[in-house]
């Protein structure tokens, strides 16, 4: 909770105020007001917050869309704040990829777990995110790899076993990684001798 920078996009000036005093009290640091869908976007650039408590009504885009932009450019949990709890408000904000929602009026006491599930939340899907990109990057390495070595089996007549420990041995040799020389080997860049 200490140090959890919270940005806030709420174009009612009362409600924001009051908003930013509960935080205050919680201690969060609130690190901005937005008082319209562009701005709150534009300020989640510029300041970066570890979450977004938005009203869902805002002017210019609502909060829904502007979400959706936050994810696309600057992923952060976003909260959402309504006083509307209809079915396409909760279409809206699922479709928006929310991680939370509270209606108003919020109590203080509804605001630190919201936001510690959303930051908890968020956290587990953006590590996630980094291990299916590794794996992603560690299987087209093993393709580059495989594909070489059927280049190299051909080309020099070795066995798979001996293309391999080729490929290995100068990948070490030239302390870089397998991928590598399995590119270079693949763009015809690079002619192994035997």
């Given at each position: 909770m200490q140090g959890t920078r919270v940005l806030l996009a709420e174009d009612n000036e009362l409600v924001a105020l009051t908003l930013?005093?509960?935080?205050?009290?919680?201690g969060y640091d609130v690190v901005g007001v937005a008082d319209d869908g562009m701005r709150a976007v534009a300020m989640v650039r510029e300041l970066?917050?570890?979450?977004?408590?938005?009203d869902v009504r805002l002017p210019g885009i609502d909060g829904p869309e502007a979400a959706g932009q936050i994810n696309e450019v600057a992923p952060r949990p976003v909260i959402f704040?309504?006083?509307y709890s209809d079915q396409e408000?909760?279409?809206?904000i699922e479709r928006s990829g929310a991680w939370g929602f509270l209606l108003k009026p919020v109590q203080s006491t509804e605001l630190a777990p919201a936001i510690t599930i959303a930051l908890a939340r968020f956290q587990e899907v953006q590590q996630l995110r980094l291990r299916v990109r590794e794996l992603g990057e560690t299987?087209?390495?093993?393709k580059?790899?495989?594909?070489?070595?059927?280049?190299?089996?051909?080309?020099?007549?070795?066995?798979e076993h001996d293309a391999y420990e080729y490929i290995r041995?100068?990948?070490?040799?030239r302390?870089?990684?397998?991928?590598?020389?399995?590119?270079e080997v693949l763009a015809g860049e690079w002619a192994p001798m035997a």
């Open positions: 930013q005093a509960q935080l205050t009290s919680l970066q917050p570890d979450v977004v408590l938005m704040l309504t006083a408000i909760i279409g809206r299987l087209e390495a093993r580059a790899i495989e594909r070489a070595k059927g280049v190299l089996m051909q080309r020099l007549s070795l066995s041995t100068h990948a070490r040799d302390r870089v990684r397998m991928k590598v020389i399995a590119d």
